[in-house]
């Protein structure tokens, strides 16, 4: 277990490289997902601001 | 400028992307496995080898986008159809994602490898100029208020921009670089092991899963922004 952790000595490189890979893609997705959920809110208001002035 | 899009496709892609997602999270739990415990360390390099898993697809995936980028804009300079505009817009943040994580993960793989972080050699400096070509393009988006404009000058710098990838290409064999050439061409067999070759294909299946399941998410948002300006116009015109 320690020699997979340690990486033959490069442990550091290694694990930074796959936390930092899969937490930039995972924010990404998140930011993402939260943006989208909120602009259909968004829509969904306009759509009824323009249901009612029409 | 009408978008010719109807809500229902994008409905679909709304159905889709569940799947998409778990696709992306197998795939990933799948080729880290093999990427970190199922693979061998490399003869010479040892285990900072591993570090390729995530590199090589982030970097195939980053020039990847970038000609949909050029490819898009270039459509849509000939057709002025919009839809190509969205395409284009979308997939650019992607691609400077994909752009960011090579360039730092390649950074930190020079460390051990080349004893130094960063080197201003053929490869990399042209990788950072894509990512400053995506961030401009982006910029160009943001900054002019004018979207026809916008259109016109963020296409030009797209196309023009995409000089750079054969560049990013070929850079290893054009000039004296710290940077090894290619192990997987389409002329001739790579030059890597099975074992290793596995891991790195299944990464870069993940990690285009991941690229398509954004492209769905980024195409509904900029669509969705889309419909909103033009309601808002209809509204308090």
Same mark, same amino acid.
């Given at each position: 277990?320690?020699?997979?952790? =340690?990486?033959?000595?490069?442990?550091?490189?290694?694990? /930074? =490289?796959?936390?930092?890979?899969? /937490?930039?893609?995972?924010?990404?997705?998140?930011?993402?997902?939260?943006?989208?959920?909120?602009?259909?809110?968004?829509?969904?208001?306009?759509?009824?601001? /323009?249901?009612? =002035? =029409? | 400028?009408?978008?010719?899009?109807?809500?229902?496709?994008? #409905?679909?892609? !709304?159905?889709?992307? +569940?799947?998409?997602?778990?696709?992306?999270?197998?795939?990933? &739990?799948?080729?880290?496995?093999?990427?970190?415990?199922?693979?061998?360390? !490399?003869?010479? $390099?040892?285990?900072?080898?591993?570090?390729?898993?995530?590199?090589? +697809?982030?970097?195939?995936?980053?020039?990847?986008?970038?000609?949909?980028?050029?490819? *898009?804009?270039?459509?849509?300079?000939?057709?002025?159809?919009?839809?190509?505009?969205?395409?284009?817009? *979308?997939?650019?943040?992607?691609?400077?994602?994909?752009?960011?994580?090579?360039?730092?993960?390649?950074?930190?793989?020079?460390?051990?490898?080349?004893?130094?972080?960063?080197?201003?050699?053929?490869?990399?400096?042209?990788?950072?100029?894509?990512?400053?070509?995506?961030?401009?393009?982006?910029?160009?988006? $943001?900054?002019?208020?004018?979207? !026809?404009?916008?259109?016109?000058?963020?296409?030009?710098?797209?196309?023009?921009?995409?000089?750079?990838?054969?560049?990013?290409?070929?850079?290893?064999?054009?000039?004296?670089?710290?940077?090894? +050439?290619?192990? &997987?061409?389409?002329?001739? *067999?790579?030059?890597? #092991?099975?074992?290793?070759?596995?891991?790195?294909?299944?990464?870069?299946?993940?990690?285009?899963?991941?690229?398509?399941?954004?492209?769905?998410?980024?195409?509904?948002?900029?669509? &969705?922004?889309?419909?909103?300006?033009?309601?808002?116009?209809?509204?308090?015109?």
């Amino acid at each position: 277990m320690t020699d997979f952790f =340690s990486m033959g000595g490069y442990g550091f490189y290694v694990w /930074s =490289s796959y936390i930092i890979f899969f /937490s930039i893609i995972s924010y990404v997705f998140i930011m993402n997902l939260m943006k989208l959920n909120e602009k259909k809110k968004k829509l969904i208001n306009l759509e009824k601001q /323009s249901d009612q =002035s =029409s | 400028m009408y978008l010719k899009l109807k809500k229902s496709y994008f #409905d679909v892609l !709304d159905r889709f992307t +569940p799947f998409l997602v778990i696709t992306t999270i197998i795939s990933f &739990i799948i080729g880290s496995y093999f990427a970190l415990y199922g693979s061998p360390p !490399d003869y010479i $390099q040892g285990d900072s080898m591993r570090i390729m898993y995530v590199h090589v +697809p982030s970097a195939w995936w980053a020039l990847m986008s970038y000609s949909v980028l050029a490819v *898009s804009c270039t459509i849509w300079f000939i057709t002025r159809n919009p839809i190509f505009n969205l395409v284009a817009k *979308s997939i650019a943040p992607i691609g400077a994602v994909f752009t960011l994580i090579a360039l730092v993960t390649g950074s930190i793989w020079g460390k051990p490898t080349w004893g130094v972080w960063w080197v201003w050699d053929a490869r990399l400096t042209s990788m950072l100029l894509l990512f400053f070509l995506y961030l401009a393009y982006i910029f160009l988006w $943001q900054a002019i208020s004018n979207k !026809d404009l916008a259109s016109k000058i963020s296409a030009a710098l797209a196309m023009i921009g995409f000089i750079n990838v054969p560049i990013i290409k070929f850079s290893v064999d054009w000039w004296n670089t710290l940077h090894q +050439p290619a192990s &997987i061409s389409k002329f001739s *067999s790579p030059s890597i #092991d099975e074992s290793m070759l596995v891991p790195l294909f299944i990464m870069a299946f993940a990690s285009l899963c991941f690229l398509i399941t954004m492209f769905s998410v980024r195409l509904r948002i900029e669509f &969705i922004e889309t419909r909103i300006s033009r309601l808002r116009q209809k509204i308090y015109d």
